[in-house]
């Protein structure tokens, strides 16, 4: 139980953002929404599967920085 603490508060700010993303991209590819045209043309496992690599790449992206800095912090 020691590590898991630091493990929530590393993954959850990534996962709050994985979902938003994800929530935002498939609204945007969805029936209604305004990319829906490039959506049609593709099966939806690849629209899915797109979404997912999308938001994935953004929440890394945006708390990469943390979690570089957040072990040397507790190194030294």
Do not use: W
Request: net charge positive; hydrophobic share 40%.
């Amino acid at each position: 139980m020691r590590g898991a603490y630091p493990t929530i508060l590393r993954d959850a700010p990534y996962s709050g953002i994985y979902l938003l993303m994800y929530t935002q991209i498939s609204r945007l590819l969805g029936p209604d929404g305004p990319l829906h045209r490039v959506s049609d043309r593709l099966p939806r496992p690849a629209v899915t599967f797109a979404t997912g690599i999308i938001a994935g790449a953004l929440g890394s992206i945006v708390t990469n920085p943390v979690d570089l800095v957040r072990p040397r912090v507790h190194a030294h």
